[in-house]
C-alpha cells in the first residue's frame, strides 16, 4: 500500500486549496475498506490529526481548529482521498499527511494509522 499526497503549494491568506491523496497497490474493494485521515505536523511539534473519513465517506470528522474550513472527502472509484482547505491562515502552515487504516470509523491518533504518505508542503504567508 502507498499513499502520494500531492497539492500543497504556496497560498495567501484567505486562499484556498485542494490536497489529494491516491492510494495505490490495492484494489478498489480494498480502498473501500479504509479509513482515510488527514494531518499535519510543523517543525518541533507533534503530528496533528486534522480531519478523518470512514470507509463509504457519509461521515467525516475535521478537527476543531479546521472546523468549518476544511472538508475532507473521498472517491472511492479512484482509490483517493481529498482535503479541501477554505480560508487559510498563517497557522495552517504545515507538512499534511494522509494517512490510511484498515478498520471500521473514524480514526484521530496517529498510532492507529498504519500507512502515511510521504507529505506535502502548505505554506501560507500574509
Known amino acids: 500500500v502507498q499513499l502520494q499526497a500531492s497539492g500543497g503549494g504556496p497560498v495567501q491568506a484567505g486562499d484556498s486549496l485542494t490536497l489529494s491523496c491516491v492510494v495505490s497497490?490495492?484494489?478498489?474493494?480494498?480502498?473501500?475498506?479504509?479509513?482515510m485521515g488527514w494531518f499535519r505536523q510543523v517543525p518541533g511539534k507533534e503530528r496533528e490529526f486534522v480531519a478523518g473519513?470512514?470507509?463509504?465517506?457519509?461521515?467525516?470528522l475535521p478537527a476543531d481548529s479546521v472546523k468549518g474550513r476544511f472538508t475532507i472527502s473521498r472517491d472511492n472509484l479512484k482509490n483517493s482521498a481529498f482535503l479541501h482547505m477554505t480560508s487559510l491562515n498563517l497557522e495552517d502552515t504545515a507538512v499534511y499527511y494522509c494517512?490510511?487504516?484498515?478498520?471500521?470509523?473514524?480514526?484521530?491518533?496517529?498510532?492507529?494509522?498504519?500507512?502515511w504518505g510521504q507529505g506535502t508542503q502548505v505554506t501560507v504567508s500574509s
Open positions: 473519513i470512514n470507509q463509504n465517506g457519509d461521515r467525516t
Open positions: 494517512a490510511a487504516k484498515a478498520a471500521l470509523g473514524i480514526w484521530t491518533k496517529e498510532v492507529f494509522y498504519t500507512h
Open positions: 497497490g490495492v484494489s478498489i474493494d480494498t480502498f473501500k475498506s479504509l479509513s
